[in-house]
Each structure stands twice: as structure tokens, then as C-alpha cells.
């Protein structure tokens, strides 16, 4: 796979980590905000990176790419972020070509999820595509790679049930509030910052709670207003932070911010609290804890629950496995006939070449040469030559450098 690009000696690597390896701590100091992302792509365009796509999330940060040594991947992502190269050597994953390939299909059909089935990244993934497109970044190779696992993504959620049933983080939240908290439909929730986790988390709340004390904030109060206008909610101005905090029996905080927003130093309670947060890095300071009446809870955690829906998901997992490796399959024979396609082009030359040669020699020879027949017939010997040469460099168990090299040695054709 090597050399797919036309630039010599670049591999195609996935380097990155995930909630596998590293816990949110560690997470954290690899996230990547938007302008972190923007920061990284204009670095990998000066650096001559030829095609990447990054994804960001709150469960991992990976990067898909060509590189002449994944290094120079794993430094464009430790230079855009707050973790190290030793941390990054503790807890991240490399892999390389086929295994790369396989790693991105996993994710993008959500089989390599946090919670199974879950569809949220490849969102991600489109949306990382146009962006390294824009600069000139996505190579056809991948915009290839990227459209055959946005098919597999497709087919998996339409012809399996692994994303059936009701479970993804935000469900999970509010399954643990409800099963926590007593008399939920009486009690005031406050949730701060309305990114994607956030909305869905309302969503969930206001569906199965039946609560209409839910307050939100955001920094950018529109956002909040936008969201709460779907469900009829009350928003609150960012500087009523604090006093909201102190109504509160149960505190969701669910921003982007690389910092924690909430410590002890900002609550001044006057009743238990708990606390949910669902940000990546951690955006609830551990030393809240400390304060009598308060309670802990954070996105790992939750991500941990298990139930009959997992489980009966797991079951279509042989299912989904076997839609992508069909779709893997017909994408390693669109690499693998990309790779040889320049060298059948060369054949087929070399060969009219000597078809034409020996038509002059056999014009001049013969005096009732049959121009047309002779030409029918030589063009029918070469299609099938180059046919035969085709099927052999598709075939399964060709080793398609050495056969390349062997035919360009044979017929000359770099001469």
C-alpha cells in the first residue's frame, strides 16, 4: 500500500488514542478544540503532510495520514495539544496501512465506540474531510478511504440492529440522575454549556423526566435560547452562573472549555448537589468533592453502564463485520488496481510499439498485406496480453510490488 500516492516512500497511518488506553485525564490534554484542528492542518500543509483527516472527541483523538514515519504524524498532534510525546508513548495506537484501514472502518461504524453501535463520529469524520479538503489536504485515496466508510456506516445502521435501543452517553446521564435522584419531576437541573452532548442530554431529560424546571446556560446565551426554544426551557445569563448553581439539586456540565469551569470555590450551597460532567477535558474540578453534600459523576463512569441493550447489541456485531469487510474488500481492489493501473497503461504502449513495427516490416514484405485484418487481430493479442497481466496483479495472493518490477524489467518499460 506504500506509494499509493504517487509520492515515494508514504505509508498511510492511524495515530491517536482512545478511551482504551487513556482515561479522561489523558484524554483531555489530547483533545482538540476548532482552532486547535485549523492550528494542525495549516502546520500539516507546511510541512508537506500530503492528505490527513482528525477527529476530536470526548472518547479519542486520531489523526489518518500519509507520512514517511509516523512520527511526523504523532508530532503534529503533540505540538496542538497540551499531551507529550511520552505521554502519548504510554497510552496511544499506531497502525499502518491495511490495519489503519480497518481501525478507521471500526470507528466510523461505531464498533469501536465507547458505547457499541454508537454513530456519532462519522459525523466527525465527514465534517474532518471537507475541512483537510478545503486545504488541499484529502488526496483521492482518501476521499476514497472516506466515502467507503461512510457507505459501511450506512449499511450497518440500516441492515443491522446495532444502534437499536435507547443508549449513548447522554441516555446514560439521565438513566443515572433518574435512578439516583428521587422525585426527579420536582427537582430544579441546571445544565451548563450546549454543545452536541449537551442538547442531546436535554433531549433526553425533558423526554424522560417530564421535569420543567430544567435552567440552561451557555456562554453564548443564543446557543442556549436556540435549544431551549425546541423544548420550551428557561436560559439564564452566564453571570447567573452562580446563583443558579446554589438552586440547583442536580448540576449537568456538558461545555468545550480546556479548563475546568466549576471548582469548589464557586459553590456556596445550601443542599446536596449532584454532579454530572460530561466534558472532555474534565470541566468539574475533583476538589468539588470535598464539599459536604456533593456528589461526583463523570463521563467515564458513565460510559461504563452496561445493560440488555449492549448486550443485544453485541449480538449483530458478526453482521456488521461482515458488511465491512465486503466494502473493505472492494476498496483494497480499487488501491490495488490504482497502484498497477500506470503499468498496464506502459505495457499496452510498449507493446503497440512493437505491434507497429511489425506491421511496417510485414507491409513492406508482403504485397497483398491485409492492413485492417492484421491491425483487428495484433489490437485482440494485445488486449488480451494486458488482461492476462491485470488479472494476475488483482489476484489475491500477488505480491504486487514485485510483479510491477518484474514486468517493467521484462518489457523495458522504464527505458
Known amino acids: 500500500m506504500d506509494n499509493n500516492t504517487g509520492l515515494k516512500h508514504t505509508t498511510f497511518y492511524a495515530i491517536g488514542l482512545s478511551y482504551k488506553k487513556a482515561d479522561a485525564e489523558m484524554r483531555g490534554k489530547f483533545s482538540l478544540d476548532e482552532k486547535s484542528k485549523e492550528n494542525l492542518l495549516f502546520q500539516a500543509k507546511n510541512e508537506g503532510i500530503e492528505a490527513l483527516i482528525l477527529t476530536s472527541t470526548c472518547n ?3 489523526i489518518y495520514g500519509f507520512a514517511q514515519h509516523p512520527f511526523q504524524l504523532i508530532k503534529l498532534l503533540c505540538e496542538n495539544s497540551q499531551g507529550t510525546v511520552e505521554d502519548f508513548q504510554k497510552v ?18 461505531g464498533l469501536d465506540s465507547q458505547i457499541l453501535g454508537d454513530f456519532e463520529i462519522i459525523s466527525q469524520i465527514k465534517n474532518s474531510f471537507v475541512a483537510s479538503k478545503k486545504l488541499g489536504l484529502a488526496n483521492a485515496y482518501i476521499e476514497r478511504l472516506v466515502n467507503a466508510v461512510i457507505q459501511a456506516s450506512k449499511r450497518v ?14 441516555f446514560a446521564s439521565v438513566q443515572y440522575i433518574m435512578n439516583n435522584v428521587e422525585e426527579i419531576g420536582s427537582k430544579n437541573i441546571l445544565l451548563f454549556g450546549t454543545g452536541k452532548i449537551g442538547r442531546n442530554t436535554c433531549e433526553n431529560l425533558v423526554k424522560h423526566t417530564k421535569n420543567d424546571h430544567i435552567v440552561l446556560i451557555n456562554r453564548t446565551k443564543e446557543k442556549a435560547e436556540k435549544i431551549a426554544g425546541k423544548f420550551n426551557l428557561i436560559v439564564k445569563e452566564y453571570a447567573d452562573l452562580q446563583l443558579e448553581i446554589q438552586k440547583a ?17 464557586v459553590l456556596n450551597l445550601k443542599k446536596p448537589l449532584l454532579i454530572l ?11 468539588v468533592s470535598s464539599i459536604n453534600g456533593v456528589s461526583l459523576v463523570h463521563l467515564d463512569y458513565l460510559s461504563q453502564v452496561t445493560d440488555e441493550t449492549i448486550e443485544k447489541r453485541k449480538l449483530h456485531i458478526p453482521a456488521a463485520e461482515a458488511i465491512i469487510n465486503e466494502i473493505i474488500t472492494e476498496f483494497m481492489s480499487w488501491t490495488k488496481a490504482r497502484k498497477f493501473a500506470p503499468t498496464i497503461h506502459s505495457l499496452k504502449e510498449k507493446l503497440a510499439l512493437i ?11 508482403l504485397d497483398n498485406f491485409n492492413e485492417e485484418q492484421a491491425e483487428i487481430i495484433s489490437n485482440r493479442i494485445i488486449q488480451k496480453i494486458t488482461t492476462h497481466f491485470a488479472n494476475h496483479l488483482k489476484d489475491e495472493g500477488t505480491m504486487v510490488d514485485e510483479s510491477i518490477e518484474w514486468i ?4 523495458r518499460l522504464n527505458n
Open 60 to 62: 479519542r483523538t486520531e
Open 92 to 109: 496511544a495506537h499506531v497502525y499502518k496501512n491495511k490495519e489503519a484501514i480497518n481501525h478507521l472502518f471500526r470507528v466510523g461504524t
Open 157 to 170: 445502521k440500516n441492515e443491522t440492529e446495532i444502534s437499536s435501543g435507547a443508549t449513548s452517553v447522554s
Open 249 to 265: 439539586d442536580v448540576l449537568i456540565v456538558a461545555t468545550g472549555a480546556q479548563n475546568p469551569t466549576i471548582d469548589a470555590g
Open 277 to 287: 460532567d460530561l466534558s472532555i477535558p474534565k470541566n468539574v474540578n475533583e476538589n
Open 355 to 365: 505491434k507497429q513495427s511489425e506491421l511496417n516490416y510485414q507491409r513492406k514484405k
Open 408 to 411: 517493467e524489467k521484462v518489457f
